[in-house]
């Protein structure tokens, strides 16, 4: 979670709310080298990308161009710079799905990787989260703000933690949704796990947000909490169980209800790494194994953070990458996997001018050498990227 500075020595509880002392809990960061140096963009210009092979979210096309102009995906080469790529592979820009946003340093680390959008799960103030926003060259984002939480959580206990954000019964509901819609949130967060918000609560938020047309993200790690999410009708569930594995009965109903499902694997291999009784990373994966099973929408998101007292923090851009390859492993095909941070993401938050390689969209573009489509981890093979058709300097 996007906490201020001030706040942020004294946040030492863990994420998840699962109630461990986090000073217990070795931090697992990896080194990433957007950190090492701020990174230039170019000023954007009409540049035709010669000799590429397009992800068209079910195939490699054979070598076309691809133009960039003016910010979007231009019809014309005329008058353009030609850059000969010579059979290397375009990619949509990808969209991380579960980010925590901290500041600029988190938008170049995720644009060097190639990671065009990040959708925040959580973040305050306000005026933080506006500062990120509409940056030119930079990841393009969208976020929660701050999430509804049961008094008692992890979360609660955030020095600065705004009260009207910490929930005892459902008639509180409405007031909370028009609180983040004032602050410019751009879906609502809720919280399900113990210590959590009441069935009745979690369904008031659900239905004042969609009665304002908002998405409900539902934070939910055990088979009981999914089980609640899934009773109140919220659009996507965030993490799946450590404790078991989720049955085909409970896939099935988010097939029915068209409930959506980002896994954050990288983080619940992490969590599960940490060695606490009752946590497996091997249900969290039999649990995506049988979602997919199911044809539910699984989309890629790693809960990447730089928040001091959890244990867990995946690295901004790196770990993208890496939750593909989990997603392959957990039974995705390649093909699935590059959907689930492409076009899924971008229906699922109706983000339509991005999330495919098409005229009058973003020019929001990852090239890189290798076929993904037969090895997922060429994604980290990175030449060159652009950023609402500004250029980027990859990592590396």
């Given at each position: 979670?996007c906490?201020?500075?001030?706040?942020?020595?004294d946040?030492?509880?863990?994420a998840?709310?699962a109630?461990?002392?986090?000073t217990?809990?070795p931090?697992?960061?990896?080194?990433?080298?957007?950190?090492?140096?701020?990174?230039?963009?170019?000023?954007?210009?009409?540049?035709a990308l010669?000799?590429?092979?397009?992800?068209?979210?079910?195939?490699?096309?054979?070598p076309?161009?691809?133009?960039?102009?003016?910010?979007?995906?231009?019809?014309?080469?005329?008058?353009?710079?030609?850059?000969?790529?010579?059979?290397?592979?375009?990619?949509?820009?990808?969209?991380?799905?579960?980010?925590?946003?901290?500041?600029?340093?988190?938008?170049?680390?995720?644009?060097?990787?190639?990671?065009?959008?990040?959708?925040?799960?959580?973040?305050?103030?306000?005026?933080?989260?506006?500062?990120?926003?509409?940056r030119?060259?930079?990841?393009?984002?969208?976020?929660?703000?701050?999430?509804?939480?049961?008094?008692?959580?992890?979360?609660?206990g955030?020095?600065?933690?705004?009260a009207?954000?910490?929930?005892?019964?459902?008639d509180?509901?409405?007031?909370?949704?028009?609180a983040?819609?004032?602050?410019?949130?751009?879906?609502?967060?809720?919280?399900?796990?113990?210590?959590?918000?009441?069935?009745?609560?979690?369904?008031?938020?659900?239905?004042?947000?969609?009665?304002?047309?908002?998405?409900?993200?539902?934070?939910?790690?055990?088979?009981?909490?999914?089980g609640?999410?899934?009773?109140?009708g919220?659009?996507?569930?965030?993490?799946?169980?450590?404790?078991?594995p989720l049955s085909?009965?409970?896939?099935?109903?988010?097939?029915?209800?068209?409930?959506?499902?980002?896994?954050?694997?990288?983080?619940?291999?992490?969590?599960a790494?940490?060695?606490?009784p009752?946590?497996?990373?091997?249900?969290?994966?039999?649990?995506v194994?049988?979602?997919?099973?199911?044809?539910?929408?699984?989309?890629?998101?790693?809960?990447?953070?730089?928040?001091?007292?959890?244990?867990?923090q995946p690295?901004?851009?790196?770990?993208?990458?890496?939750?593909l390859?989990?997603?392959?492993r957990?039974?995705l095909?390649?093909?699935?996997?590059?959907?689930?941070?492409?076009?899924?993401?971008?229906?699922?938050?109706?983000?339509?001018?991005?999330?495919?390689?098409?005229?009058?969209?973003?020019?929001?573009?990852?090239?890189?050498?290798?076929?993904?489509?037969?090895?997922?981890?060429?994604?980290?093979?990175?030449?060159?990227?652009w950023?609402?058709?500004?250029?980027?300097?990859?990592?590396?």
């Open positions: 979670m906490i201020p500075h001030t706040n942020r020595r946040f030492l509880k863990t998840a709310a109630g461990v002392a986090a217990t809990l931090a697992l960061v990896a080194p990433t080298a957007a950190t090492a140096q701020e990174r230039t963009a170019d000023a954007p210009q009409k540049v010669t000799g590429v092979r397009v992800f068209d979210g079910d195939r490699l096309t054979s076309r161009t691809v133009v960039i102009d003016n910010g979007l995906i231009g019809p014309s080469p005329l008058g353009a710079r030609q850059i000969d790529c010579a059979g290397a592979v375009l990619l949509p820009g990808l969209i991380d799905a579960h980010i925590h946003l901290q500041d600029v340093t988190t938008l170049q680390q995720l644009s060097g990787w190639g990671v065009t959008t990040g959708l925040d799960m959580a973040c305050f103030p306000p005026s933080l989260v506006a500062s990120l926003r509409r030119p060259g930079l990841t393009d984002i969208r976020s929660a703000g701050t999430p509804a939480v049961a008094p008692g959580s992890p979360q609660s955030i020095p600065g933690f705004p009207n954000a910490i929930l005892t019964g459902p509180q509901a409405l007031a909370f949704v028009r983040r819609i004032g602050e410019g949130s751009d879906y609502i967060k809720v919280i399900v796990d113990e210590p959590g918000l009441s069935p009745a609560t979690v369904k008031a938020l659900t239905v004042a947000a969609h009665s304002f047309g908002k998405l409900v993200m539902a934070h939910a790690t055990s088979a009981l909490t999914v609640r999410a899934l009773d109140a919220v659009d996507m569930i965030h993490h799946v169980p450590l404790d078991s085909d009965a409970t896939a099935a109903r988010y097939a029915a209800t068209g409930t959506i499902a980002v896994p954050t694997l990288t983080m619940m291999e992490g969590f790494a940490l060695g606490v009752g946590w497996s990373y091997e249900a969290a994966e039999g649990s194994t049988a979602l997919r099973r199911a044809g539910v929408r699984i989309l890629a998101g790693t809960d990447s953070n730089h928040t001091p007292g959890i244990p867990v690295p901004f851009g790196t770990s993208l990458h890496h939750e390859e989990l997603l392959v957990a039974g095909t390649a093909r699935e996997a590059l959907r689930a941070t492409t076009s899924l993401p971008a229906q699922s938050f109706g983000l339509r001018d991005r999330g495919a390689v098409r005229v009058g969209s973003r020019a929001d573009l990852v090239l890189i050498d290798g076929d993904p489509l037969a090895d997922i981890t060429a994604t980290r093979a990175i030449r060159r990227v950023v609402g058709g500004t250029e980027y300097a990859p990592v590396g």
